[in-house]
């Protein structure tokens, strides 16, 4: 009889499920809840963005791409970075993938090696320790704290490297916390960098989404475009989460051998959805417009509530979370996000899903609709008034 176990990859049995999806089990089972957990846009895909794909259907262009995606929308990639970031790139120094998900994956195995170190702050995106692990990487967690914003400081990543450090992922805007980098803050990490052989991830899928403040890019900084890998994508500015696509912006050196694996691993991310993502990048500013006041809108009220509950909380910057504090009350966040499920059928994710740095707080997502919003709100508060 066949040992199953015994043929599975030992790194990949060793790493444990996500914490998100496991809590998501939990909630499948159950009826009638009210859910705050989705890192998802409720907008629909915008109509004129669907619309390109349409045709390209009806046109019949359902063939593969080149590898390294549709050379219009590798040049309109260029021109949209250029346009919202001032950042330059080349259509060579550009690969879309499938998602941004695929493009952390590309641009890990492709830039380490086993026993190579990648630091990662944390709390953030549940997937760098995993892949970093599955490319035979060491993975150096940085836990920020909460006293500066879950920001990493440039003490904390000096303190991190080692002679063996050869990647920093920059998670920011962060998920789940909403903090968010800027200039000068990039400029201290920057200092650090600048005379070391260390490349960095900087994933900005959020970068659209910040409130106040245009995001900055690291790549912008003096001397770190040359070690930086942009990871992004269309799903959270373009609420096009179903349409699988991202792509990265660096070095042409690193895309190419990157556009090898992901070469081999997937030949092309899906057409239509290319076609899709041209006229995003040259007719979506408005739709970003529109989407963005909408979550600043969501971003108030419900840190006024979580306010008016009696949680601490700081209002996040970026991103569609926020990361009260639910340590108060003798629960863990497992406990108390698992009772709060069972007790008020309200969903949101414990903080330990980003990292054991998350114990005591959770992360709620306001890419809802302020209607479910405030009912979720006044389930919290039912619960926490009764753990008090």
Known sequence: MIDHNFLLSETLRDIKPSGIRKFFDLLADMGDVTALTVGQPD???????????????????????????????????????????ELEYEPSEVLVTVGGSEAIDV????????????IIPMPSFVCYEPITRMAGAVPVVINTKAENGFKLTAEELKAAV????????????????????????????????????????????YAELTFGKRHVSIASIEGMKERTIIASGFS??????????GYICGPKIWVSQMTKLHQYAIMCAPTASQFAAIEALREGDSDIAEMCAEYNRR??????????????????????????????????????????????????????????????????????????????????????????
């Open 236 to 245: 959270k500015a373009y609420a096009m989460t179903g349409w699988r696509l």
């Open 107 to 118: 641009c890990v195995r492709s830039l380490v090696n086993p026993s190579d170190e990648v």
């Open 43 to 85: 907008f629909v895909t915008p109509w004129h963005i669907r619309e390109a794909a349409i045709q390209s259907l009806e046109r019949g262009q359902t063939y593969y791409t080149s590898n390294s995606g549709l050379p219009e929308l590798r040049s309109e990639i260029c021109a949209y970075m250029k346009r919202r970031f």
């Open 299 to 388: 971003r108030v009220y419900i840190f006024e509530g979580l306010k008016k509950i009696g949680l601490p909380v700081q209002m996040p910057e970026g991103a569609f979370y926020i990361y009260p504090y639910i340590g108060g009350y003798g629960l863990s966040s497992e406990e108390f996000c698992e009772r709060l499920l069972r007790e008020e059928k309200c969903a949101i994710v414990p903080g330990t899903a980003f990292g054991e740095c998350g114990e005591g707080y959770a992360r709620i997502s306001y890419a809802y609709s302020v209607r479910h919003i405030s009912e979720a709100l006044e389930k919290i508060k039912r619960f926490v008034d009764k753990i008090k």
């Open 162 to 205: 080692t002679p063996k450090t050869r990647l920093l992922v920059l998670p920011y805007p962060n998920n789940p916390t909403g903090a968010i980098l800027e200039k000068d803050e990039l400029e201290a990490l920057a200092d650090v960098l600048r005379d070391t052989n260390i490349a960095v991830l900087s994933d900005e899928i």
